[in-house]
């Protein structure tokens, strides 16, 4: 079994680029959180979802920003039209079920700096 | 608005002194209370989790209470060594798996 992925680990991208941020949950996780670290920040939730269906984005910036968990594939958190604002560490975990049971598991996140 | 407070923000001990972290939210309706563990660079490492109906849990050297009365957990770490060296965060944990973070406590044991 090999944990939550993110890739990329690291991400550079100019302003007004898109960035796609990947997450591959642990095998038979159907559940999938992601956070941002801001630099100097703690964690912070951003959205949750199931299979197809968002189920709670109370952390997600009103713009630019989306999330989708296929019925095939990773997770991917995009990012529309990059700014400064956005570098920071963005991590995704995965659970078995809607809790955090034991088995809710970290990815080593993504890094993203916008120049 | 749920929030969490850790403190202090930072803390340099010497090797094999036993130490506190203090964690504080300001709702006591919470699911349960995660402890983890961050490295520089990296990811998270869970280290204790207390259920909302428990009142503390242990893990080697590690002991983690919950009162949610008062909103209050601290961790201990008995006899620090340096490869305790990390930031310490606790999490509140809703039904739903949403964690909500505190700042962290950012631990420097020295050998």
Redesign the interface.
């Known amino acids: 079994n090999a944990g939550v992925m993110q890739n990329p680990r690291h991400l550079v991208r100019r302003r007004g680029q898109e960035a796609r941020l990947r997450c591959s949950p642990m095998k038979g996780h159907s ?1 999938v ?1 992601w ?1 941002r670290q801001l630099p100097e ?5 951003m959205v ?1 979802l199931q299979k197809e269906n968002i ?2 984005e109370s952390g997600m910036p009103k713009e630019r920003f989306s999330a989708e968990f296929p019925k095939e594939g990773p997770s991917i958190l995009r990012i529309q039209q990059v700014v400064r604002g956005d570098s920071a560490a963005y ?1 995704c ?1 995965s ?1 078995p ?4 049971v ?1 088995g ?6 993504t ?1 993203l700096t916008v120049v | 608005k749920q929030e969490v407070t850790q403190i202090p923000a930072a803390l340099s001990v010497p090797e094999g002194e036993n130490l506190v972290l203090n964690c504080s939210f300001t709702d006591s309706a919470i699911y349960n209370l995660q402890w983890f563990r961050q490295d520089p660079g990296k990811g998270l490492t869970s280290l204790l989790l207390i259920q909302s109906s428990q009142r503390e849990q242990t893990s080697g050297r590690l002991n983690a209470s919950l009162d949610k009365s008062s909103g209050r957990s601290t961790l201990y770490i008995a006899a620090s060594q340096p490869g305790d060296s990390a930031t310490y965060l606790c999490a509140l944990v809703w039904d739903t798996g949403k964690l909500i973070f505190g700042q962290g406590t950012t631990l420097q044991v020295k050998p």
């Open positions: 559940h959180y956070y920040e703690g964690l912070k939730f949750y189920i709670d991590f975990a659970s079920k809607g809790t955090a034991p809710y598991t970290f990815g080593s996140g890094r």
